[in-house]
């Protein structure tokens, strides 16, 4: 079983920048992780995704604004985001996807508003 924590959403003004930070139980390095975000009422979307090798895809409405990282020393994948608007209010999801299958944390709110 592996744990996913998520922490970093929060309340931002249109513009603004958050971080947020996934952290990992087992063998980190080894897992493709990824972001994802469910606004009210749609789908949850992927955002962002990086390979063990470091490989990364962008939704295009992340792309140029959404930065996503890792640092397998701390079994940490992040996902920078600026210029913030307020069609990017979701519960943000950072999953893994392992040998053993694909692992969802529990999610955390990001709210884009004035």
């Known amino acids: 079983q592996v744990q996913l924590v998520e922490s970093g959403g929060g309340l931002v003004q249109p513009g603004g920048s958050l971080r947020l930070s996934c952290i990992a139980s087992?063998?980190?390095?080894?897992?493709?992780m990824g972001w994802y975000r469910q606004a009210p009422g749609k789908q949850r979307e992927l955002v962002a995704s990086?390979?063990?090798?470091?490989?990364?895809n962008y939704a295009d409405s992340a792309k140029g604004r959404f930065t996503i990282s890792r640092e397998n020393a701390k079994k940490t994948v992040y996902l920078q985001m600026n210029s913030l608007k307020p069609e990017d209010t979701a519960v943000y999801y950072c999953?893994?996807?392992?040998?053993?299958?694909?692992?969802w944390g529990q999610g955390i709110q990001v709210t884009v508003s004035s």
């Open positions: 999953k893994a996807d392992t040998l053993r299958g694909d692992y």
């Open positions: 087992g063998f980190f390095s080894s897992y493709a």
């Open positions: 990086i390979t063990r090798t470091e490989a990364t």
